[in-house]
């Protein structure tokens, strides 16, 4: 896919998502500001798109020149060795602080332990539009290469006129420049040592092949595992400041609800307790936690609210078309080919089917937090959020600031799935720090976070389809509803097809989750394909592999089909195996289930899964995350579910939630494909996207029962097809 | 009137509401926050400490009902920088993604641990089915688990 394609992509997903997609105003960045902040050494920055190699330096240079508007990282280099690389990414628990700081290691040929990445921070990282869509390694990933591969030529370079040496006899390694001629080396700190270098670099110096990998390509351990292990470690929700209050919002009766009267009196004669009160923000600070939830329950107030939609009507709602005027100059997404209506008249047999997705939601362990502290008019806020320069946006709208005077700083996260792309929490705290006149800390309870954040979408999917005897899909007609446009486009080589995607009014507030819409759309896909192999008697396996041309999809496939044994074992009433292919951005995922069924119980017994998204940058990581991404996505399969009717969620807790536990661990096994020649793209997403479908067509294959609406089976399986 | 607590085996006075839930007693007075809030009712075990050795939710355990009693908290296994044989296979098994659950499971796979050094894999999962982790990491926490109890046999 083309960066334009997954650009456009996520600007349908932030429109879908009522969140407007924000502007990088770029900011002034001189030399000076700089060195000031960091120190003398060396500074190399990357820029986004083609740039003439550029460099500045040494002391003569003017100290107010500005550095370009479009650099996406900088490194910097101490003059006593120390790396500090400066990247708007989060980390979230997906590992990227560790495998960025591979890819630095590798190029720049510095220690593991002389790097330390800056990550999020408004005032101190470039612009990013966020951690989100698998992006970070195909796009951070290289910039980071680049600036460390100028950084370790420059440093190669300095060396070379300090000894007036060979320069092709010079190599950099651990941390050092080493003159093979005479061994005598040097080390990248002496080497930077009362410079103030600046160097610019574009997108095309020479790096290291996947194959040459020594640091990268290994299993590198999570940097700072330890203080994981050991509660060490100050997640935003951890974080605290001098004088620090506590903060807790009074949440309105239903979605889309006005305040219609307050009485705050009996919270207000608590001690230390603060009210605020600003239209239909209403807020209570305290010294701890504890008071400030008791002010909250002492609060009477009553609210207004308009009637709303339930569940049930929700998959005809879904097919109402939307009555917002679209943005997108394209038009909602939309992939064609051929001509369908032909490609049915010439199938064998035809099928129609539609598939259905409940709303979900992501149940991060670490709920949404922010802290705020305000100070001489500058607005500074912690928070775990997965676009740090969104948040800082909406803050400046919210409290009309320039953005120069607010900041936000991401501590790792306690994990986001999609979930942490807006600011509300610290919209809150900062307008509770703002009335209080002290830092105040905000971290919402689990019921806000079932509530008051934003869902996975719900919606319908219909598949029209004809195929011949042998297999061969002569027709696709795939249209989704509301869900999103993820992951639509099939990875089989089906020479007649319309996919397209109809956007609604949400009944619920709704956004982004692990792997958006492809999650929904894979599913659709995938279940039918199997509908279709079932209808012309046709191996499933068989049958994808008929309608593939793309090498990669076939090998990975096969890679997954393999390490099962597919078709070595026969389906019973009680055992069923299923399989399901799946493409996104960049990657290939083959996944393979084994089902046991005992009267109404399903049990996913065994889970391979093949992944392939080209060479791999931490072999040891990427398991984690595809196993993870396969135990996440049990949930949704089976059991989880978002109830909801008139503006109220019914399930807010997880005693009403169920979300995958010891107990539903099948025996997963991952296969990963490493493909050395290929630039690595992300994994948090596309491990997620075959495992329902094969889940779905291996309990078909048991009991004869199709079941195309996820979760799958929340009360057991259903007597009959559903 | 100040309680007494007995923390990590130091005592404590903290001068709080009885009903207050020993979570945030450790977490805002104590500033013990590497146990963590996750859900409040006592369902995901990312709150879990020990209470005279037996895993308990500090998020259900209002701080009267703890005074006299031995509180272990995360911060309290490591010993002389010495990491306790979970915290360690955790580490070496890398257990965690975003880690937000690892104390509460450290703390839960500790406390059964302590009352059964060789359990087999269903008393390993019976022990940790009330810990949330929404990363995922299942299978390799069971596993370091596991690595931590046959350590201990040795």
């Given at each position: 896919m083309s960066e334009q394609a997954i650009i456009r992509e996520a600007e349908v997903e932030n429109q879908q998502h009522e969140s407007v997609p924000r502007l990088s105003y770029g900011f002034e960045l001189r030399r000076r500001d700089f060195f000031k902040l960091l120190g003398g050494g060396m500074l190399v920055c990357a820029c986004a798109?083609?740039?003439?190699a550029q460099e500045s330096g040494g002391?003569?240079?003017?100290?107010?020149d500005e550095l370009p508007q479009n650099i996406s990282a900088w490194l910097h280099i101490g003059e006593d060795g120390a790396v500090t690389v400066y990247t708007g990414k989060v980390e979230m628990g997906q590992n990227v602080r560790t495998s960025l700081t591979q890819q630095v290691a590798e190029e720049?040929?510095?220690?593991?332990?002389?790097i330390s990445l800056v990550m999020g921070d408004t005032a101190l990282t470039p612009y990013d539009?966020?951690?989100?869509?698998?992006r970070t390694t195909p796009t951070m990933g290289p910039q980071l290469r680049n600036v460390s591969a100028a950084a370790r030529e420059s440093l190669i370079d300095m060396a070379a006129q300090r000894w007036a040496a060979?320069?092709?006899?010079l190599q950099a390694s651990d941390g050092r420049v080493t003159?093979?001629?005479?061994n005598r080396s040097i080390s990248f700190g002496e080497l930077t040592k009362g410079q103030e270098l600046v160097k610019l670099v574009g997108d095309d110096p020479v790096l290291e092949l996947p194959d040459q990998w020594k640091i990268a390509g290994t299993s590198t351990p999570?940097?700072?595992?330890r203080d994981f292990v050991t509660g060490k470690h100050q997640y935003t929700s951890d974080f605290s400041l001098p004088g620090m209050l506590h903060g807790k919002i009074l949440r309105p009766s239903a979605f889309r609800a006005t305040l219609k009267w307050l009485d705050t009196s009996a919270a207000e004669k608590i001690p230390g307790v603060k009210v605020v009160h600003d239209a239909n923000f209403v807020g209570v600070t305290a010294l701890d936690v504890w008071t400030a939830t008791k002010a909250l329950k002492a609060i009477r107030a009553e609210w207004s609210a308009p009637q709303q939609s339930c569940e049930a009507t929700l998959f005809q709602d879904v097919r109402k078309p939307t009555t917002k005027e679209s943005d997108?100059?394209?038009?909602?997404p939309r992939i064609t080919g051929g001509s369908v209506e032909q490609g049915l008249s010439s199938a064998d047999r035809t099928m129609k089917q539609t598939y259905t997705v409940a709303y979900i939601q992501?149940?991060?362990?670490?709920p949404r937090a922010a802290v705020a502290l305000w100070e001489n008019g500058k607005l500074t806020v912690w928070t775990g959020t997965q676009r740090p320069f969104a948040v800082r946006d909406e803050l400046a709208e919210a409290f009309r600031l320039?953005?120069?005077?607010v900041r936000v700083m991401v501590p790792?996260?306690?994990?986001?799935?999609?979930?942490?792309?807006?600011?509300e929490t610290a919209i809150e705290a900062a307008r509770l720090a703002q009335a209080a006149g002290k830092p105040v800390k905000l971290v919402w309870t689990r019921e806000e976070e079932f509530t008051w954040a934003y869902f996975r979408p719900g919606g319908a999917i219909d598949v029209h389809s004809g195929v011949q005897k042998?297999?061969?899909?002569t027709a696709w007609q795939f249209d989704n509803y509301n869900?999103?446009?993820?992951?639509?486009?099939?990875?089989y080589a089906f020479a007649n097809q319309h996919i397209e995607f109809h956007p609604t009014d949400a009944p619920l507030r709704q956004g982004s989750y692990r792997g958006l819409a492809a999650t929904a759309n894979h599913f659709a896909r995938e279940v039918h394909m199997d509908e279709l192999a079932e209808l012309v008697k046709i191996d499933p396996l068989a049958l994808r592999m008929k309608n593939l041309s793309d090498a990669r999809a076939q090998a990975c496939l096969e890679a997954a089909a393999k390490a099962f044994g597919w078709g070595l074992q026969k389906n019973s009433a009680t055992r069923g195996f299923g399989i399901a292919l799946g493409e996104e951005k960049g990657s290939y995922v083959a996944t393979c289930a084994e089902v046991e069924v005992q009267s109404r119980e399903v049990r996913v017994k065994r889970v391979v899964e093949a992944f392939e998204?080209?060479?791999?940058?931490n072999p040891d990581g990427l398991r984690n995350q595809v196993a993870g991404a396969i135990m996440m996505g049990l949930g949704g399969a089976l059991f989880e579910a978002i109830h909801f009717d008139n503006g109220r969620i019914l399930n807010p807790h997880l005693t009403k939630y169920r979300v995958p536990r010891f107990s539903d661990m099948p025996q997963i096994d991952v296969v990963l494909v490493d493909r050395k020649d290929i630039a690595p793209a992300g994994a948090?997403?596309?491990?997620?996207?075959a495992l329902a479908p094969a889940i779905s067509n291996a309990i078909f294959a048991a009991t004869r029962i199709r079941l195309r609406s996820l979760p799958m089976v929340p009360d057991g399986l259903p007597a009959k097809s559903a | 009137m100040p309680s007494t607590l007995l923390v990590n085996g130091t005592e404590h006075q903290v001068e709080v509401p009885?009903?207050?839930?020993l979570l945030y007693v450790l977490r805002d007075?104590?500033?013990?926050?590497?146990t963590k809030y996750g859900c409040?009712?006592?369902?995901?075990?990312?709150?879990t400490v020990l209470l005279d050795g037996r895993p308990t939710r500090s998020c259900q355990a209002p701080v009267s009902t703890v005074i006299g009693k031995k509180i272990t908290t995360?911060?309290?296994?490591?010993?002389k920088g010495q990491l306790h044989p979970v915290q360690q296979a955790f580490l070496k098994v890398e257990a965690?993604?975003?880690?937000?659950?690892t104390s509460g499971m450290i703390m839960s796979a500790v406390g059964l641990l302590a009352r059964n050094p060789s359990p087999s894999d269903d008393q390993i999962l019976t022990a940790i089915e009330g810990n949330v982790c929404r990363c995922g990491t299942h299978p390799r926490i069971l596993e370091a688990v596991r690595q931590a109890a046959s350590g201990k046999k040795v």
């Open positions: 798109g083609p740039v003439l002391r003569r240079h003017n100290d107010d720049l040929r510095a220690p593991l332990d002389s539009m966020g951690t989100l869509g698998s060979d320069r092709a006899k003159d093979t001629g005479s999570k940097i700072n595992g997108n100059s394209g038009g909602p992501h149940i991060p362990l670490e320039n953005q120069d005077k790792d996260t306690g994990s986001a799935y999609g979930g942490k792309h807006t600011g042998d297999g061969k899909v869900s999103g446009p993820a992951g639509m486009k099939p990875p998204c080209g060479a791999i940058v948090g997403e596309t491990p997620i996207m | 009885p009903d207050t839930k007075t104590l500033g013990l926050t590497g409040g009712e006592g369902m995901c075990g990312a709150c995360i911060e309290g296994l490591e010993q965690f993604q975003c880690a937000y659950c």
